[in-house]
């Protein structure tokens, strides 16, 4: 198993930046695919970023892309979203979440550990 904690989270005005960041315990970090997904309120989750457990293969909504960047350090155990040119859309609850795999993990369906969230809003 893997206990994931985010951090980074708060409020912003359109168009800041972001870092939010994910630790994970454990030894086997790079044993795992990761990702950032969001939920805001009265929405369905949303995968927003994944990442392979070598940082080589990554995925991005459409809507994010070329805005936020995943990336992870598997010496720290760490991955992180950094959001640039964030918009008031982008506000919700971001969760980091973890899959045993050596791929990039594609659907919120296809993780099995997940962290509690942190709370990114936006204002315009």
């Known amino acids: 198993q893997v206990q994931l904690v985010e951090s980074g989270g708060g409020l912003a005005q359109a168009g800041d930046s972001l870092r939010l960041s994910c630790a994970a315990s454990g030894r086997t970090f790079r044993s795992y695919g990761m990702g950032w997904l969001r939920q805001a309120p009265g929405k369905e989750r949303e995968l927003v970023a994944a990442?392979?457990?070598?940082?080589?293969?990554?995925y991005y909504k459409d809507s994010v892309k070329g805005r936020f960047t995943i990336s992870r350090d598997n010496a720290k155990n760490t991955v992180y979203l950094q959001m640039n040119s964030l918009k008031p859309e982008d506000t919700a609850l971001y969760f980091c979440?973890?899959?045993?795999?050596?791929?990039?993990?594609?659907?919120?369906?296809?993780?099995?550990?997940w962290g509690q969230g942190t709370q990114v809003t936006v204002s315009s």
């Open positions: 990442i392979s457990w070598n940082g080589i293969s990554t």
């Open positions: 979440a973890a899959r045993v795999s050596m791929g990039v993990v594609t659907t919120s369906e296809g993780y099995d550990y």
